[in-house]
């Protein structure tokens, strides 16, 4: 477009090129600022893209890796080989709108200070299957996009029961060890109430204490801990 202006031969659309014109020139008269055809910071058009479109904020996903992940969740791609795959951050302004892993066209380097902004600060909880305990960390996050994270050491009751409860809904109430005895009384509770219907036993099957943590198993979680 620069270039275009200074006459220079580009491998462009003339047509595009004079439509863009005529809306930067009225943003200018708007805004009473002279044409600009320096060379353009790459970062700062990076910053004008988040700007614009913040759900596109790209984070790379491993060094020098051409897959990112958008803050909005989705994963996408850079062309094998692109030059932009050095670069941690991107702001993408052109991208495919199909299903599953999408292909980055058109993005511009993004600083990471320059996101801060935009971040929010959130208390993360989460089960770690693998070690069977309750992890939880500070983050700054835009959307899924998480730029820093630092592990808290003290986790606040109600999301402490909220996660447990929600565990064991995944992973089914074997997850609680259940002895024999209460499995027993399981039995005697739910054929109570299938041979005497007219009185008022509760539904204590599998669906409905899964379905219903929050009620039963809640108070029971007050004083267990991450690692109990």
Not at 46 to 74: F, H
Request: with cysteine; aromatic share 8%.
């Amino acid at each position: 477009m620069r270039k275009w202006r200074t006459g220079e031969r580009v491998n462009a659309d003339r047509n595009v090129l004079e439509r863009i014109e005529r809306v930067a020139a009225n943003w200018r008269r708007i805004f009473k600022l002279p044409v600009d055809n320096a060379i353009p910071i790459d970062t700062e058009i990076g910053k004008l893209v988040s700007e614009a479109y913040p759900e596109r904020i790209a984070q790379q996903q491993e060094k020098q890796s051409i897959r990112y992940k958008l803050a909005n969740g989705r994963m996408v791609r850079l062309p094998d080989h692109d030059p932009l795959m050095r670069e941690p951050w991107l702001s993408v302004a052109h991208l495919d709108a199909g299903w599953g892993e999408g292909k980055i066209f058109l993005a511009a380097p993004l600083k990471e200070a320059d996101l801060m902004h935009r971040a929010k600060e959130i208390e993360a909880v989460v089960w770690d299957s693998q070690r069977g305990m309750i992890t939880t960390s500070l983050q700054k996050r835009i959307g899924n996009t998480i730029l820093s994270s630092k592990p808290l050491l003290e986790i606040k009751s109600e999301a402490r029961i909220k996660i447990l409860c929600e565990v064991v809904r995944e992973e089914g109430l074997k997850i609680l060890n259940w002895s024999e005895a209460e499995y027993e009384w399981q039995a005697r509770v739910l054929n109570a109430r299938l041979w005497r219907p007219d009185e008022d036993w509760p539904d204590v099957s599998d669906q409905q204490l899964l379905a219903s943590t929050e009620t039963w198993l809640a108070p029971y979680l007050e004083k267990v801990s991450e690692t109990n």
